[in-house]
């Protein structure tokens, strides 16, 4: 009878968040709309209590992840990833971007700091205003997830202390990246001075470069990697008017108009029902180009306070 009831229940939940009964599909301002009816800030009791997050790092990915995939309320983990394959093709590592790929729709890379940090480390792989399939930083199974040649890119960024979210932004990489022939031309510059040092030992590798036989035992070798980091999205937008500050919860989303208007009218008029001018606000501003900020492109910008 229990097993019954379990089966119904997943039903049921199953019908509600659009596994059944038509083609399953989310986006950011699904996401957001998640946020603001039911937003969940203490992340490590909200998920450790249920066994399933190591630290805060990992439940703010799994809150990203059920924000998306419309399973904050799910008690039950094989529901949950029942929703998740049908939401996501791909969640990939730590090593390689992007974490979260949604079906037929935008990458997500999420990042978590603690305290003031100023600037977002992003290892090896340069800041990127849109995710490609023939980039050299993705794995094969991302690669192959599904058909795709370009991917806009939403990067996440969450302001945690060691149990709660402080601060939640949304931004597109085409809102804080420039193109990626910009930060190629830096990292191909590096690649062919390491080449032209005369008598020197290359390996192959997806880095910089790794240089083999230093010395004249043949003892050592050269790892040169890109390290590279960007501004907060905190300091990079500092220009824009926010409705509040000093609230116990801040969320922003930068996203360009053209974009948020590609999304259904459901979806839109769906999140805009929202807006109170208390809480939650949707604003149109603009920003500076990336490639070029002596223009502006226009944008909404979505603030939400607790």
Known sequence: MYKLYKYVKMI?????????GGNVSSNILIAIKNLVES??????????????????????EKYIKDLFANTLSCED??????AY???????????????IILKNGDAIEVKKVQGNANALALNSSYPKAKLYSDSTMITSNCRNCEQ?????????????????????????????????????????????GLHSIPDIELAETNELGKIKKVDPLGI????????????????VFNYLPKKKEGCRFAFYCVIKENKYNS?????RTSLENLIDNQKFFVTNLQIKNPNNPAT?????????YL
């Not at 093709?89 to 390689?96: F, L, M």
């Not at 999304?263 to 979806?267: A, L, R, W």
Request: charged share 25%; glycine share 6%.
């Open 12 to 20: 049921i939940f199953m019908y509600n968040i659009g596994c059944i």
């Open 39 to 60: 937003p969940v800030i203490e992340l490590t009791s909200h998920y450790s209590g249920r066994n399933r997050a190591n630290g805060i790092g990992d439940a703010l």
């Open 77 to 82: 983990d094989y529901f949950r990833l029942q």
């Open 85 to 99: 394959n049908d939401v996501f093709s791909y969640t990939g590592n730590q090593n390689n971007p992007p974490d």
């Open 148 to 192: 795709w040649t370009e991917k806009d890119i939403i990067y996440i960024v969450g302001n945690t202390d060691d149990s709660s979210l402080k601060e939640l932004w949304f931004v597109y990489g085409d809102c804080y990246a420039a193109d990626k022939e910009i930060y190629e031309r830096i990292k191909n510059t590096i690649i062919t």
């Open 220 to 235: 050592t070798d050269l790892r040169v990697r890109g390290m590279w980091s960007i501004f907060h999205p905190k300091k």
């Open 263 to 267: 999304f259904s009218q459901e979806n």
């Open 296 to 304: 502006l492109e226009n944008i909404k910008f979505l603030e939400f």
